[in-house]
C-alpha cells in the first residue's frame, strides 16, 4: 500500500489534469470547425411568397346579413276637399284594393246671377249652393291600420287620413362599396336563408339603391351635407314570395350570384394591387428580378380574381402586394384557396 499511496495514485493525478488541460488548450486555440460568423453580419436571407398563375375557376357569390321587414303601409288620402259625410270601415278591418272607406262632401263653386229689377236697379241672385261626392277608395289590400276621419270633419284635398298595412314583406342587406365592384351587371333575384325559418326561398324584384346627398333633410334647405347613410353604401331590397311564410325582424342571408367564370386565369386578390377592372401585379422575368406589371381583371369572389389579360399560365409574381400594411400576430388568418387545391394562409387584422 505504500507504494500506491506514494507513488501510483500520485502519477495518476498528474495525468488526469495534464489530460484536461491539454483539452482545454485544444478547444481554446485549435476548434475542428469553421470559425463563427461575424454577429454583426447578417447570416439569413428572405425569400418573398410567389405564386404560380394557374387556370382555375370562381364563383362570385355575394353573402350579406339581412332582415325580413314588413312593406310600408299605403298611405289614404283625401281626394277632395270639404267635410267628410260618412266612414264606410273601421281601423283593423281587411280591405281590398278599391274597396271603399269613406266620402266627402264637396261644395261646387257657383256663379252669381245678375238680372235687372223693375226700378232698373241690378239685382245679384246668389244660386243654391250644390254638391257632389268625393270617394276615397282603398290604393291597396291590406288591414286598415289607421284612419283619422270622423263625420263632419273638414279635410283638405291631398291629405293623408289613414295608412294600409300591406300582408306583404321585404329583405333589405347593406351593401358595401367594394362589394358593389364585383357586381359586373344588375342582379334580379336573390337566395334568402332565414335561420329556423322556412327552406332557403328566392327573393324577385332585387333592387339596389343608394341614399343621395341631401335627401330626406325635409326643410328645403340645402346644408351641403350628405343625408344620414348618404357615402355609406347601399341597400339592397327584394320582396318576399307570398307564399312564405315569415316575420317582421328576422334575420336573413342574403346570397346573390354575381357572375362566374370556367377555365380562366386565376390569381389571389393579395397578389394584385387594385381589385375591379385593372390592376397591377409584380411579375417576375427570366433574371428572377420582379417589376410592376399591369393586367385586365374581371370576376372575383373576395380572395381570387379572374386575370382577362396581361399574364398567362405559368407566370411567376409576388403572392402579396409590396409594401402592404404589416399585419398584427394572433388576429386571425385570411387563407387564399389554389386553383390546385393548394391553400396559403396569412395573419390578418380583424
Given amino acids: 500500500m505504500g507504494i500506491w499511496r506514494k507513488w501510483i495514485f500520485p502519477i495518476l493525478r498528474i495525468v488526469l489534469v495534464a489530460a484536461v488541460a491539454a483539452a482545454l488548450i485544444k478547444l481554446a486555440f485549435f476548434p475542428d470547425g469553421q470559425s463563427e460568423a461575424s454577429p454583426t453580419e447578417p447570416t439569413g436571407t428572405i425569400v418573398e411568397p410567389q405564386y404560380t398563375v394557374a387556370i382555375g375557376s370562381i364563383v362570385n357569390d355575394l353573402v350579406l346579413t339581412g332582415t325580413v321587414n314588413a312593406d310600408a303601409a299605403v298611405p289614404v288620402k283625401a281626394t277632395g276637399a270639404g267635410a267628410v259625410d260618412e266612414v264606410f270601415v273601421n281601423v283593423g278591418q281587411q280591405v281590398a284594393s278599391g274597396d271603399k272607406l269613406y266620402d266627402i262632401k264637396v261644395e261646387l263653386p257657383s256663379t252669381p246671377v245678375e238680372s235687372v229689377g223693375p226700378d232698373g236697379l241690378p239685382i245679384i241672385t246668389t244660386p243654391e249652393p250644390r254638391f257632389e261626392f268625393a270617394k276615397v277608395f282603398a290604393s291597396a289590400a291590406g288591414v286598415l291600420s289607421s284612419l283619422d276621419v270622423i263625420p263632419g270633419q273638414v279635410v283638405a284635398i ?81 320582396a318576399v314570395p307570398p307564399e312564405v311564410r315569415v316575420f317582421s325582424g328576422l334575420a336573413a342571408q342574403v346570397t346573390i350570384s354575381a357572375g362566374a367564370a370556367d377555365d380562366v386565369l386565376v390569381i389571389p386578390t393579395t397578389a394584385v394591387e387594385g381589385g375591379a377592372e385593372t390592376g397591377v ?66 395573419s390578418v387584422g380583424g
Avoid: K
Fill in 158 to 238: 291631398g291629405a293623408v287620413t289613414g295608412q294600409i298595412a300591406p300582408p306583404s314583406f321585404n329583405v333589405t342587406a347593406t351593401l358595401t362599396p367594394e362589394q358593389q365592384y364585383r357586381l359586373t351587371e344588375q342582379p334580379t333575384e336573390a337566395l334568402v336563408t332565414i335561420t329556423g325559418g322556412p327552406a332557403p326561398f328566392t327573393c324577385t324584384g332585387l333592387t339596389i339603391t343608394t341614399a343621395l346627398a341631401g335627401a330626406g333633410s325635409g326643410d328645403g334647405e340645402q346644408t351641403g351635407q350628405p343625408a344620414a347613410g348618404a357615402g355609406s353604401g347601399a341597400t339592397v331590397r327584394c
Fill in 281 to 346: 401585379v409584380w411579375l417576375f422575368d427570366e433574371t428572377g428580378v420582379s417589376a410592376e406589371h399591369p393586367v385586365t381583371l374581371g370576376v372575383s369572389d373576395g380572395q381570387n380574381v379572374q386575370v382577362v389579360d396581361g399574364l398567362v399560365e405559368g407566370d411567376l409574381i409576388l403572392q402579396f402586394v409590396p409594401g402592404a400594411p404589416a399585419v398584427q400576430p394572433g388576429m386571425g388568418e385570411d387563407c387564399v384557396t389554389n386553383p390546385d387545391g393548394s391553400m396559403v394562409c396569412s
